[in-house]
């Protein structure tokens, strides 16, 4: 009588391999509840799962089971626009992706006369998920803007403001420094509308002489110099995942045979600051 082989791959030995923690402590881990798979807190040692369609979570906090897989933190600098080949011959994101032997991807965009924090990966279903304006996720921005930003400025940006396709408010707005000639504003959206940032403070008599975004979720820039980038870390990743998942109509899992979830991405994000 011939064995018939089990389906699926031991939970501990998967979680090892996705660097989560070795095979022991994750053992333990599976014995005290701390792991969920597809929302269900799994107690059972000899757990198995399929890591191409099964979701799981550490402590409240997503693992990405595909190890091929990156995700890369950059710092655009300006006069660099958001796209893997610009038709004009323009600066563009080639010269940060060739590094890495995967094909990555921009998550949404910011034009080329706005620097800060962009998000480059092979992971279509989280890029469509965080790049596109219905999900909202938010982002911080400072800006530097011509003259004298008052505190009644301030509350007009948070009450909402009138533009040509639509009234706009923003989710928190800060004063962070004002003088005679400029001042720097702090702006959280969650709005993806096109050159939404640049268009506001337009609309309230300070148009933006210099735009950064510093956060995207639960991303912050730090101290990562403009024109450089890095991997995320394992924090990171799980905060974004754990974002990804949350926010997602379906919850569902990434394909690991087709990049289309990213290209989908690149072409429904329009957010451009």
């Keep these: 009588m011939m064995s018939t082989e089990p389906e699926g791959v031991r939970l501990q030995k998967v979680l090892a391999n996705a660097g989560v923690a070795s095979r022991r402590v994750i053992e333990q881990y599976i014995v005290e509840g701390r792991i969920r798979v597809n929302g269900s807190v799994v107690t059972e040692l000899g ?3 399929d890591p191409s369609t099964d979701l799981v979570d550490v402590d409240g906090t997503a693992v990405q089971l595909d190890t091929g897989k990156r995700y890369v933190m950059l710092n655009k600098p300006t006069g660099v626009v958001s796209s893997m080949k610009d038709e004009k011959g323009r600066p563009d994101l080639r010269r940060f992706t060739q590094q890495y ?3 990555l991807y921009n998550v949404g965009r910011l034009d080329a006369d706005t620097s800060g924090l962009l998000i480059l990966t092979n992971d279509g279903d989280l890029a469509h998920v965080l790049a596109h304006p219905s999900f909202g996720v938010t982002k911080v921005y400072i800006a530097k803007v011509s003259g004298r930003v008052t505190a009644q400025t301030i509350a007009k940006l948070t009450r909402g403001i009138d533009l040509e396709d639509g ?3 923003a ?3 800060r004063l962070l420094d004002s003088s005679a000639g400029s001042s720097l504003v702090e702006l959280t959206l969650h709005s993806g509308r096109n050159r939404i940032v640049r268009r506001m403070l337009a609309a309230v008599g300070h148009p933006v002489t ?5 956060q995207f979720g639960p991303l912050h820039l730090g101290t990562l110099p403009a024109g450089k980038s890095r991997e995320l870390t394992k924090i990171e990743l799980g905060a974004l995942l754990t ?3 949350q926010e997602s109509p379906t919850g569902g ?3 690991p045979s087709t990049a289309s979830g990213t290209e989908q991405a690149r072409s429904d994000a329009q957010e451009n600051e």
């Excluded at 210099?210 to 510093?214: D, M």
Aim: hydrophobic share 35%; charged share 50%; glycine share 0%.
């Design 243 to 245: 974002l990804s998942r």
């Design 47 to 49: 757990t198995r799962i």
């Design 253 to 255: 899992a990434s394909d």
């Design 101 to 103: 032997e995967e094909r």
């Design 210 to 214: 210099e735009l950064v975004r510093r």
């Design 167 to 169: 009234p706009i408010a």
């Design 171 to 173: 989710d928190k707005a």
